[in-house]
């Protein structure tokens, strides 16, 4: 059963909406669906990168377009899943991936930045949600969404307050979303990464910081962007379908416990 599921037809005639999808884990999932047989239909703000991305993924018989677009900006959640129906009738699998984080001392919260973040990180998963679940509902035959939160959905880190309010929203929200449509077959799961490797990560973080992050985390070592992108596969396989509303750090044992002494 399990070798029949997981083979290159697994998402063979379905279709998969990734936000920010143009590097890091959007770009790795997408490239995990895409090898699994899915059409694709990729966003970023980065048009660019996200053409190029689309290219390398381009596969005889199999559908891959890109949709530009902020959605930091209000009103584009909607411009965006307009912008998908145009190009797929129906739409299997959205994955929301889109999303941003700043360090920032209380007294430095200021509110441009706070609802830039609030609009990108949550209000965009509220309204690509919102549409799919009517998309999906409309045509009757089930969908997947996976929000990709963060362990920062479960737990607070040091200057991360508006981030780690919006992360913790993402995963009320996918709870209640749970609740409201598994009868109507639509799963909604969250994927919470810790530190993953990825090239952002790399500039952003000093070799010192790196280092002690890394002693922190019990397998010794960082998220690879394909370990988020098997939990994302998985989790809208038929191997997951009686799994909805769950949480599933890819933190390599971080929010197990204290470690390290």
Known sequence: MTTQIFDATLFRGKVALVTGAATGIGAGIAKAFAELGADLILQDINVAELEQRAKELERPGQAVATIGGDLSIAGTAGSVFDQALALQD?????????????????????????????ELNFNSVLWLSKRFIAHVREHGEGGSI??????????GFQRRAVYCATKFGVIGLSKVLALDHARDNIRVNSILPHVVDTDMFRTVASPEDAARWKAEIPMGRFARVEDVANLAIFLCSPAANY??????????????GSFGG
């Open 90 to 118: 129906r739409i299997d699998i959205l994955v929301n991936n889109a999303g941003r984080s700043w360090g920032v001392t209380t007294d430095s919260i200021t509110v441009d930045r706070t609802d830039e973040l609030m």
């Open 146 to 155: 996976v929000q990709v939160a963060s362990t920062a959905g479960i737990t």
């Open 243 to 256: 799994l909805t509303g769950g949480l599933y750090p890819v933190d390599g044992g971080a929010m197990a």
